[in-house]
C-alpha cells in the first residue's frame, strides 16, 4: 500500500522499558543511524542504578530520549513527540511527560494483570480511555516478534529479547532512518552466534516490514538533514570525549598517558576506552580503591607521564589527599569528576553539579587547584586537551567537572584539524639550574611560576618531593614561617595568573542593550541556550554568557557581571556558583536551582528567565 511521507523539522522519541529490554542499546542505534543521516541531534539515556532491578516494577524502568531535527538544536528536548512504552512500568514512568497529542506506542502484550498491578494500575489504560488525549498505536510486539522468528531454532524467551529490535525496524520505517549500520552492527554484534545473529536481524526487519505494510500506521515522517558546517562528524558521547580529548592531550605534549583508575559510575566509560588505545603509548591501571587509583597517577607524573585520574562525586572525596600532595609537589595531573547526584552513594546513574565547591575547596590548607568544566559532550575533547595545557605549562593537578547528562548523552561532533590543535609540547630539566651547579626543583619560570620538570634518574639533578611544606628554591623541609607565607602565595599566583592565557568571556548579546544576563556553567549550557532562543523569538532581550573556566575565573568576568542589572544563574545543585559569584565580585545574582537528576528544561528556564526580564523592566 502507497503510504503518505510527512516532511517536519524535528521529532523528540523515548524509547522505554524494562532494564533487561535493551532500550540503550534501541536508542543508540536509533541515534547512530541518526547521525550517519546527518541530522542534528542530542540524546538523553536515563536508566537505573541497580543492575537488575525487579522485571516490570517503576524502579526497573530504562529510557532513551533522542531529539534530531534539520536544523540545530541543543537539548534532547523537554518533552517527547512519540513514547515507545514496552510495558505498564514503562507507561507509568513516563506518560507524564507526554504533551498532549503526542504519538504513544505501547506493546500490548506485556499489559497483562500481573504486570498492572506491579504498578497500581486498576484497569488496563490501553483500554479504559484514560490515553484518549494521545494518538495510541497499540502493538503487540512481543508476539509478533515470536511469530517472526518462529522458522528459528532459538527458545521463546531468545525470541522475546530480540523485541527491541522489532520495535527499532518500526521506528526506523515510520522515520526513514538508513538500516546499513543497524544491519552491520548486528551482524558484528553476534558474529559468534549466527542464529541470534539471524533472528536479530529478522526481527528487525520484521518490524519495518510492519509499518511498511500495516493500516495502523498510514503516515511516515522524513526529517532532512541539518546544514551543519562542512567537515567530517561523527556522533559522540562525553566520555569518549574526553578520552579522546585526553589522547590527543597526550600527543600534542609528548607525555606517555597513564590512567590511574577505579571503576565508578558514570566515568567507568572512560576506563574502558583509554585501556583499548595501547598503541598511542596509553597505560591504564585498574586500582584497588580510588586512593591506589590516584597516587598511581600522580606517581606516574612524578616520572615524567601525563597523570590521569577519572572518578565521581564519591572518589573525589578519597582522592583530596593525592590531589593536595600534587599541589605541594607542583606536578601535573588531571582529575576527571563526572559528577552525580549525591551524596554519599546518592543517585549514581542521574546527572547534578553538586561537586564544584568540592573542587574549589575540597583540599586542606589553602590549596587552589585549575577547575574546568566542559559544556556539551562534544566540548569535553577540546576541554580535555585544554587541562592537559594548563596541568602541563603551570605544573599543577587540574580538576575537569563533566556529569553524567554530558558523559552519557551524544551529539554530533566535528572531527578537528590536527594542525589546528595547540603544541603542548613539554620541555624537561636536564641540566642543573643552580648558580653552584645544584638542582633547584623549586626554583620558577618567572612567567607562569611553574617549577622545573625533572625526570627522576636524570644525572645531577636528584631531588626529593613530598608534603611537608618546601623551602623555596632548594625544595628543602621548611618550617619557617615567612618561608611557608611566600610558598602559599605564590602558589595562589600561579593559579591566578592562568586568567592571562584563557580567552575573554564570550557573551551572547545581539542587541547590545539587554538588562538580563544568563550565566552558566558544564552541562546546564544547552537548556540555557534553548531556552533563550525562546525567549528572543517570543520579542524578549536577554544576554547569554557561559563558564568553562572556573578557577581561575576569565579576567574580565566581573566586568561582565557588571554591565547588567540583573544576572540569572541556573545551576543543578543548591547555588555553588552563585555563592562564589557572589563572594568574589560582590554582584548579587539570581539563583535558580534544581536537584532532581535531570537537565533542565528549555520550557523552565525560558518561564523563569522572562519573570527576571520583566522584573527588571
Request: hydrophobic share 40%; net charge negative; aromatic share 8%.
Amino acid at each position: 500500500m502507497t503510504k503518505q511521507v510527512q516532511q517536519i523539522d524535528r521529532v523528540i522519541i523515548r524509547f522505554a522499558g524494562d532494564s533487561g529490554d535493551g532500550m540503550q542499546l534501541t536508542g543508540d542505534r536509533f541515534t547512530q543511524e541518526t547521525a550517519s543521516f546527518g541530522n542534528d541531534l542530542s540524546t538523553l539515556p536515563n536508566f537505573p542504578a541497580e543492575i537488575r532491578a525487579p522485571a516490570g516494577t517503576l524502579p526497573g524502568v530504562s529510557s532513551f530520549q533522542l531529539h534530531f531535527a534539520d536544523h540545530d538544536i541543543m537539548t534532547p528536548g523537554d518533552a517527547p513527540n512519540v513514547l515507545v512504552a514496552m510495558n505498564p512500568a514503562a507507561l507509568k514512568a513516563n506518560i507524564d511527560d507526554v504533551p498532549n497529542g503526542a504519538m504513544v506506542i505501547v506493546n500490548t502484550d506485556e499489559f497483562t494483570k500481573r504486570n498492572l498491578t506491579k504498578v497500581g494500575y486498576g484497569s488496563n489504560p490501553v483500554e479504559d480511555g484514560s490515553l484518549a488525549e494521545f494518538k495510541l498505536s497499540s502493538v503487540p510486539l512481543t508476539s509478533m516478534t515470536v511469530k517472526a522468528l518462529e522458522d528459528f531454532e532459538i527458545s521463546k524467551k531468545d525470541a522475546e529479547r530480540a523485541k527491541n529490535m522489532f520495535a527499532l525496524g518500526l521506528l526506523s520505517w515510520m522515520y526513514n532512518r538508513p538500516t546499513e549500520g543497524t544491519l552491520g552492527f548486528l551482524k558484528a554484534k553476534f558474529a559468534n552466534k549466527p542464529v541470534i545473529m539471524a533472528a536479530n536481524l529478522a526481527a528487525f526487519q520484521a518490524g519495518w516490514n510492519f509499518g511498511e505494510t500495516t493500516e495502523d500506521f498510514a503516515v511516515s515522517y522524513e526529517v532532512k538533514p541539518a546544514p551543519l558546517p562542512p567537515g567530517t562528524y561523527r556522533n559522540i558521547t562525553g566520555n569518549l570525549a574526553i578520552s579522546y580529548g585526553l589522547i590527543a592531550g597526550s600527543q600534542l605534549s609528548g607525555l606517555p598517558l597513564f590512567l590511574g583508575s577505579y571503576p565508578i559510575t558514570p566515568a567507568s566509560d572512560i576506563l574502558h576506552e583509554l585501556s583499548k588505545h595501547k598503541r598511542f603509548g596509553i597505560r591504564t591501571f585498574q586500582a584497588e580503591d580510588e586512593i591506589a587509583g590516584v597516587g598511581a597517577a600522580l606517581g606516574a607524573a612524578f616520572g615524567g607521564a601525563l597523570g590521569v585520574t577519572t572518578t565521581s562525586g564519591p572518589g573525589m572525596v578519597l582522592k583530596a589527599e593525592t590531589i593536595g600532595l600534587a599541589l605541594m609537589t607542583e606536578l601535573p595531573l588531571l582529575v576527571i569528576d563526572v559528577q552525580r547526584a549525591g551524596p554519599s552513594t546518592g543517585m549514581p546513574t542521574k546527572t547534578e553539579q553538586s561537586d564544584l565547591l568540592m573542587a574549589m575547596f575540597g583540599r586542606n590548607g589553602e590549596s587552589p587547584v585549575p577547575v574546568l568544566a566542559p559544556r556539551s559532550p562534544a566540548d569535553c575533547f577540546d576541554i580535555a586537551v585544554e587541562a592537559t595545557r594548563i596541568a602541563a605549562t603551570y605544573r599543577t593537578p587540574v580538576i575537569v567537572l563533566s556529569d553524567g547528562y554530558l558523559a552519557n548523552g551524544s551529539e554530533p561532533w566535528r572531527l578537528p584539524d590536527v594542525e589546528n590543535l595547540p603544541d603542548l609540547t613539554v620541555e624537561f630539566t636536564t641540566e642543573p639550574n643552580g648558580d653552584d651547579g645544584a638542582f633547584l626543583p623549586y626554583q620558577r619560570d618567572p612567567e607562569t611560576l611553574a617549577r622545573p620538570w625533572a625526570v627522576p634518574g636524570t644525572p645531577g639533578l636528584e631531588h626529593r618531593l613530598g608534603g611537608i611544606e618546601k623551602s623555596d628554591g632548594t625544595g628543602n623541609i621548611s618550617y619557617t614561617p615567612s618561608n611557608h607565607d611566600l610558598m602559599v602565595r605564590t602558589r595562589q599566583a600561579k593559579i591566578d595568573g592562568i586568567a592571562r592565557d584563557i580567552p575573554p568571556l564570550e557573551v551572547d548579546d545581539p542587541s547590545g542593550d539587554a538588562d538580563v544576563l544568563v550565566l552558566g556553567w558544564g552541562g546546564t549550557y544547552g537548556s540555557i541556550g534553548a531556552a533563550v532562543r525562546r525567549v528572543r523569538r517570543a520579542g524578549g532581550t536577554v544576554a547569554q554568557a557561559h563558564l568553562r573556566h572556573i578557577n581561575p575565573f576569565p579576567a574580565d568576568l566581573g566586568e561582565v557581571l557588571r554591565r547588567y542589572d540583573r544576572v540569572l544563574v541556573p545551576e543543578i545543585n543548591l547555588g555553588q556558583l552563585a555563592l562564589l559569584l557572589r563572594g568574589r565580585f560582590l554582584v548579587d545574582v539570581i539563583s535558580y536551582t534544581k536537584v532532581n537528576g535531570l537537565p533542565f528544561k528549555a520550557e523552565e528556564l525560558a518561564g523563569v528567565l522572562q519573570e527576571v526580564i520583566d522584573r527588571a523592566e
